[in-house]
């Protein structure tokens, strides 16, 4: 956790002599300086210093944005404009964000707040800010054309609502939606309940992050905006395991988690060792008579889901999509199946050549963590994540919350890992081994089938097509 206090000065001075022009009905000096967030990490939670008090959330690999009080308006600015992301540690994307990150800083406020908020496009084309799920006035909901004239390049627009309802938000841009979107553009927006809410319960711990995806071709720092299905990494506020952090959290902590999902796809969360309630959804918080336990919950396009659970049983709990491309990072699509066929050496060669080569490895995929395979400069190993035990194979959507007895309330720091007590951890079986009983008939099957091959026959999809050990130089004896 790093102090969040690191923002460029700089910029606020050109920012609000930018604005000066477009802003007139607001006075001009009063443009609320933007702050400016350089680093990925996971900032502490931004504890109120004004209006009415609430426990704030932590934003994963994020941060929330502060405000000034103005005349009881809660003020904010936000600036869009081209960033660069640190995705995962040693691979950077250049995306379009809000503030320097991609995904925009969090916005917290309280129930009822009268909220402005000034937005600055930094962009090098139009833009507008959609206020996802608000009850708000028509003409600030943000889609271009049909509520507001787009924002122009280099101007300031204001927009300024009751934020009527409590629960979690998103926004995003409704202008060229597409780009902006494929490019990053996206942030979380909480309200507060004003007071003691029925559905609402108070947790101890309140993380927040975004589901997203691009297209970025190994070697390349820009997502390629026309992917509709075959994304390559998958996100979470634009980080990929091993760059995302862990969740941390004391032992018998009550833990709320609200991921909102702005890809092309529905992903299934999953967590480990625990069970959760649905409590809230774009919508609000959920009845208590629709919520049962789950261990996974879809999250389709365009929805948010919050969920809770006790966090009463310590270790380290992975928590991923369900989606198994999900929790894997760069890798080329139009690539085989070489299961059977011993291509490492033939992968460096070919790599030499064509960088973003890769296949799939021959006994299946797990060669590809200890292959050392060259990776072009500038991408995320598809899988990789050195755990206590060795690589954990994962990459893409995929985190761990860590429980623990003696972490602080408060205290977010990682702990390392779980020190697991004697006993506690599956061991290798060293006794005797019986032959194992197989079932004599082949194939139960509920209807007899009409017509059988001629004979039996073996599959093979695709055949190894170098022959034996002599037939390709450099192939024998290789080992990993
Ligand atoms: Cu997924």
Redesign the pocket.
């Known amino acids: 956790m790093n102090n969040r206090r690191n923002f460029l000065a700089g910029a606020g001075a050109i920012t609000t002599a930018v604005a000066a022009a477009a802003v007139s009905r607001v006075a001009m000096a009063a443009l609320p300086e933007p702050v400016i967030q350089t680093k990925p990490d996971t900032m502490a939670p931004l504890v109120p210093n004004t209006g009415r008090p609430y426990n704030p959330v932590v934003t994963l690999n994020g941060w929330t944005l502060p405000w000034r009080m103005n005349n009881g308006v809660k003020e904010f600015h936000l600036v869009a404009e081209p960033v660069v992301r640190e995705m995962s540690p040693g691979f950077k994307a250049h995306l379009w964000g809000y503030n320097g990150q991609s995904p925009g800083p969090t916005i917290e406020v309280v129930e009822g707040d009268r909220v402005r908020i000034f937005v600055t496009n930094k962009l090098p084309e139009h833009t507008s800010v959609h206020w996802h799920g608000q009850r708000l006035p028509n003409g600030m909901d943000g889609v271009t054309g049909l509520n507001q004239p787009a924002i122009p390049v280099g101007k300031t627009f204001v927009y300024e609502f009751v934020a009527r309802r409590p629960g979690t938000f998103m926004y995003h841009p409704h202008a060229d939606e597409m780009t902006q979107m494929a490019m990053g553009m996206m942030g979380f927006w909480i309200t507060h309940p004003k007071a003691k809410h029925p559905l609402i319960d108070e947790v101890d711990r309140d993380f927040v992050f975004l589901l997203n995806a691009y297209d970025i071709d190994p070697g390349a720092y820009t997502p390629k905006i026309m992917t509709m299905l075959d994304f390559n990494l998958?996100s979470w506020n634009s980080r990929v395991f091993p760059g995302i952090d862990p969740l941390v959290v004391r032992k018998n902590d009550k833990v709320r988690i609200r991921m909102g999902n702005l890809t092309m796809t529905n992903?299934p969360i999953h967590l480990h060792g625990h069970e959760f309630l649905v409590t809230g959804t774009d919508g609000g918080p959920t009845p208590k008579s629709t919520r049962w336990y789950e261990v996974t919950t879809d999250v389709a396009v365009g929805q948010m889901r919050q969920i809770e659970f006790l966090a009463d049983e310590e270790g380290d709990w992975a928590f991923h999509?369900h989606?198994s491309h999900?929790t894997m990072n760069a890798m080329g699509h139009d690539v085989p199946t070489l299961i059977g066929v011993d291509h490492r050496q033939v992968v460096k060669d070919i790599t030499n050549v064509i960088p973003d080569y890769m296949v799939m490895g021959e006994r299946g995929m797990a060669d590809m963590t200890e292959m050392e395979m060259p990776l072009p400069d500038n991408t995320a190993p598809m899988m990789s994540g050195d755990g206590p035990f060795g690589s954990v194979e994962m990459g893409g959507?995929f985190s761990v919350v860590k429980v623990r007895k003696n972490q602080k309330a408060g205290d977010y720091k990682d702990p390392g890992w779980y020190k697991h007590p004697p006993g506690e951890v599956a061991y290798e079986w060293t006794g005797a081994l019986p032959n194992p009983a197989r079932f004599a008939a082949e194939g139960g099957q509920t209807m007899k089938a009409q017509n059988m091959p001629m004979k039996d026959v073996e599959v093979q999809v695709r055949k190894p097509v170098m022959g034996g050990k002599g037939g390709m130089s450099g192939m024998s004896g290789m080992k990993h």
């Open positions: 998958w992903h999509c989606k999900h959507m």
